[in-house]
């Protein structure tokens, strides 16, 4: 793992458990749906590319969501989602496997499984059309990204810094995010964004992750050049109604230069 600033003690924790988590028993393969022509279809039709997540809690979250996955899942689709983020890592976000399963079963976008994979067996727990691979945790991340990609997966890599960013198109990277969440602190500053995109190639599928929850914020991260925009807090937004998740999607993907906040 490259070792930088200390992490925060929740986070430390996550990867404590992700360390002790199996992996599956063999080499999944997926045919996965294609995450940039999901992000045309809805460029196309006046859509901001979102990708909204299903995280029924989390370690800066009061509390924990308990109704339907799928049933939050579609009410994203209907807001307008290009694609659903569905975390699975159990003892922090009460996310699972299954239920990313049974979200990828009942919506016609791509699926990202959102988790803490640090070896190439814990690819292999459940098919999904993306795959989260964050820089910073990973010993080896060209081979973790060749190895999700000989399974069909495409792999989303996350960095926070333009260190991270080298270490992610040296790995071969397509897809790249870019958190504004600190790891150290947990804190969210979408500045991060705006200064690591500087130095994205153009042909990288650039994706805006975390802090994002205002028309406003999704206009300025589009303008710092996100492809696509990673959502969970202000959609999920503990404690709303699927209605409430379904109108909190379409907010951010039907934000328009007019709307101000
Ligand atoms: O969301 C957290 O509290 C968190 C804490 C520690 C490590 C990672 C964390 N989140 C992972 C994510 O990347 C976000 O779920 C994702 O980018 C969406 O962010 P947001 O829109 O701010 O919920």
New binding site residues.
Partial sequence: MNSRAAL?P??AS?LAAARERPGGDAPLEVEPRSLPDALERAEADGRVPVIA?V?PT????DSTREDDPVELAESMVAGGAAAI?V?TEPSHFGGSPETLTRVREAVDVPVLR?DFVLREDQLDVVKADLMLVIARFVENLEELVAAARDRGFQPLV?VHDETELETALESGAEIIGV?N?D?AR?E?DLETFESVSRAVPDDITLVA?????TPANVRRMREAGADAL?????IMDHGATETAVEANTRRLTRATPEEET
Avoid: D, F, H, Y
């Fill in positions: 925060a929740e986070v996550i997540e995280k989390s370690p800066t979250a983020s975390l959102k996350e958190n969440r790891l947990l969210v992750e975390s802090g994002i929850s990673l959502v969970g807090n202000a």
